[in-house]
């Protein structure tokens, strides 16, 4: 993986180029009158916390009587007003612009509202391109965000650059935001991209599309468009070669970097076999053996090429980071082996909560399973999950 030093500096230009300071300039000027803060939370709570210390006023409000977050928020900024249990459109008045939480629908009445007299209805990751100075690697998809962001992560720090990871995960976005960052590697949802429009990454993943959320945005369609809107605002598009969906939005991207466990790639991250033994690959090169990965299946197989394929334009080292891949043992809740007893694993998986992430997690185990899933539909099909589930069960 050969560095590319000017991308780093040329992409620091980029982003203190004549767009952003426009933009910037023009969200001075709206904080006149003050910004509508919509849903607190950690994200709301991290827009409040980096306006304010900008000097800009604020006003939140909040459908709930005792949002996460409120107590510690009135502590640290107790000027600010809230208003509880109420989204009522008349809180627009005097307002420049809104800001939604990501866990709030886009077209939620306010947000409509606001829209129709002319106010930006923007997000937390909108504030942060304004904001940012240093590359944005960012990553999408139905599964395997978190992973790939803190691997992608690590691999930057091996590097012995500083890149802090969030976002979706972890810190909100506008915590990240130091001057003394090198790069940025953020998890970005569906939701969050409704209200993003400004991010430009260095360079984006896509990792997989599968049926979620679809309770939200109502077609898997639209849901897919807004994994590509992100896609599409990158210099360079990691794709998920083994997804049809996805790798049809590496077709329409001028710099695809595809990455696949299914086929070995000419030009990619695959997987290949080498007497017998799967290795990772770049350009059919082997470069680690994946049995040498602290993280087992698949899955993880794919996860650890796409943060390999997501950083490879601020590698210098790929010995270095290979090493990361040897050690790095995953986040908790993802297929995390937790006990054994009398010959039984227990893994935990509860933060895979829809049908794609349940059948990558049963692909990558073996023997007879004990499948224990519960929770909410989100109107998903489970039909792909009992086919591919056929044969792997004792019981659910």
Not at 16 to 34: D, I, M, P, W
Not at 248 to 263: D, Q
Request: hydrophobic share 45%; with cysteine.
């Amino acid at each position: 993986m050969a560095a590319k030093a000017p991308t780093l500096r040329s992409s620091r230009r980029r982003r203190s180029g004549l767009r952003f300071e426009r933009k910037e300039s023009a969200v001075r000027n709206a904080a006149a009158k003050h910004s509508l803060i919509v849903g607190l939370g950690a994200t709301g709570a991290a827009v409040a916390r980096y306006l304010t210390a900008r000097g800009e006023r604020v006003r939140i409000i909040d459908s709930r009587a005792d949002p996460p977050g409120l107590r510690e928020l009135r502590a640290a900024l107790p000027g600010v007003a809230v208003s509880l249990e109420t989204l009522d459109p008349r809180w627009l008045d005097g307002a420049s612009r809104v800001l939604l939480s990501p866990g709030l629908p886009y077209d939620l009445p306010l947000a409509v509202e606001a829209r129709r007299r002319g106010l930006a209805v923007i997000g937390d990751i909108e504030l942060f391109a304004y904001a940012a100075r240093a590359p944005v690697l960012a990553v999408t998809g139905s599964n395997g965000k978190s992973t790939v962001t803190t691997l992608a992560s690590k691999l930057l720090e091996s590097q012995r650059l500083r890149a802090p990871a969030g976002g979706n995960l972890g810190p909100p976005a506008l915590d990240l935001l130091n001057d003394d960052a090198d790069a940025y590697v953020l998890e970005i949802s569906s939701f969050q991209m409704e209200t993003t429009d400004s991010l430009a990454p260095l360079a984006a993943a896509v990792l997989n599309v599968s049926a979620d959320h679809l309770d939200r945005h109502g077609t898997l369609e639209l849901y897919a468009e807004l994994k590509e809107k992100l896609l599409q605002a990158a210099e360079h598009a990691v794709v998920n070669a083994d997804d049809p969906l996805v790798a049809a939005m590496g077709a329409r991207h001028a710099r695809a970097v595809p990455f696949s466990v299914r086929k070995e790639l000419a030009q990619g991250y695959s997987v290949v076999t080498t007497e017998g033994e799967r290795w990772l690959a770049r350009n059919r090169e082997p470069l680690l053996r994946s049995s040498e990965l602290k993280i087992s299946g698949t899955h993880n197989e794919a996860n650890a090429l796409a943060a390999l394929a997501l950083t490879e334009t601020l590698t210098t080292s790929t010995d270095a980071a290979l090493d990361v891949l040897r050690t790095f043992t995953g986040l908790p809740h993802r297929c995390q082996h937790v006990a054994e007893r009398k010959g039984v694993a227990y893994v935990d998986d509860s933060k895979g909560t829809n049908v794609g992430a349940t059948l990558a997690a049963l692909n990558g185990l073996s023997g007879p399973l004990v499948l224990i899933a519960g929770g909410l539909s989100k109107n998903q099909d489970f039909g792909p999950l009992a086919a591919g589930a056929r044969g792997k069960l004792r019981a659910a």
